[in-house]
């Protein structure tokens, strides 16, 4: 004989639920000689991170209402997502009853400035971000934030000349690279030079990049000729002829040669009003019209904004230019704070998601592309810098690993949820 019994089947408060997406809290487990009936059901979810939807399921399957799924809307992080239902669900003999909560998706800690210099007064230097994993990779933080973690390490005295500088990544091993005198050095994370690749062939090259596979190398001269060498010897690789002759990195106002997503970007010189961006596998070549009135440029990067879009940021005599590369338009904003005259290599890293850092010798500013700001100029020695670079020198350059091409943690999930969930328990039957 079936016996009917008033109950409640859950009631718990600040639970801790899983580090990972999905939390389950089972309410009803039936036996194949019992049966439930759902009445009320009162839940709440909150993660200071992450937003978080609340389900209701039987058997692993979510219930629906009128055809559609019975859920609370995803809220956003920090905020309460709770779930109030009442009325009669039964939950048959041997099935199982369920509250799941969803977590969104993944989220990262951003990656850190990690970077070096190669001045060719003052030697090398190793910059790095010492803070904790604690910045989000979707988060735009300011300057003063960012700055407050960098350490800077001398590595050598010796005069380490560089046109262009770049990070990478092999496998592993951190690599910072600088082209000088048509020569990509490569060194390794404590400054140590440990490749001489081969001498670009076709005039002077001042820029060069690598997507990891090559280092690419492009004359100043006009020509339709992409020069590549293997990063694994540094030994010479078939050349890519372009669609059209385009001229290269110059060594004197700024200019900058760039890799990024199957694509490199030249800008020759300050002065320049196009942007080359040439497909590094086909070699076609497309023009991407930029403003003039630039005499000179302090150095450029590329940085991806907390919002996914990538940018390269150039800091010239006219402020900050800002070209977007998913839509090719540049923005103009600022002003020349830095009294930029005649400069050789590139003074440009990444200082955070969105944020580089542009020294002129003693003096820097900040260009924000999250927000489309720039700081006022400080000294070097205020964002944990070295005091003494020199920009004018033939030539100095710095560089970090790309923070969108580092390998970070996920950020952990911290829920913390109540049930309530009462009805009736049928035995017997």
Known sequence: MATETL????????????????????????????QAVIIDIEVSATDAVYGNTITVTQDGIPLKKDGV?????????????????????????SSVFDIVLTSSADMYYAG??????????????????????????????????????????????????????????SGINKRFSRCMASTVYTHNDTGTLIQTAAVFSYLTVHGA????????????ASNAILERRLVSTGLAATSITLSIAIPGQTGNQGGYTFYYNGFIYIKSIA???AVYKINATTGLVSTIAVATGSSYSAGACITVAADGVPYIVEYATVGARVLNLNTEQETVFG??????STEYGNYA??????????VYNATMTFIDVNNMTQSAS??????????????????????????????TTVVPRAITYDVFASGVKITGV
């Open 7 to 34: 109950s409640v089947f859950k009631n718990i408060a600040n639970q801790i639920g899983s580090t990972t997406a999905i939390t389950t809290a089972n309410v009803v487990t039936n036996t194949a000689t019992e």
């Open 69 to 93: 799924v019975i859920s609370s809307n995803t809220s956003t992080a920090g905020q309460i997502t709770s779930l109030n239902l009442s009325g009669k669900q039964l939950v048959d003999k």
């Open 112 to 169: 850190k400035t990690d970077g070096m210099i190669f001045d060719v007064t003052n030697g090398i230097f190793k910059v790095v971000d010492g803070n904790i994993d604690s910045r989000l990779s979707t988060t735009a933080y300011s300057e003063t934030v960012l700055k407050a973690g960098i350490l800077s390490t001398n590595l050598s005295l010796v005069a380490t000349p560089a046109s262009s500088a770049f990070g990478w990544m």
């Open 209 to 220: 990049c690598t997507d990891g596979t090559y280092f690419y190398g492009k004359a100043d």
């Open 271 to 273: 002065t320049a009003t």
């Open 335 to 340: 002003s020349d704070v830095l009294v930029l």
């Open 349 to 358: 890293i990444e200082y955070g998601v969105g944020v580089c850092a542009f």
């Open 378 to 407: 400080a000294t070097t020695a205020s964002a944990n810098l070295p005091a003494a670079l020199n920009s004018n020198g033939i030539a100095s350059s710095m560089c970090g690993i790309p923070l969108h091409e580092q390998t």
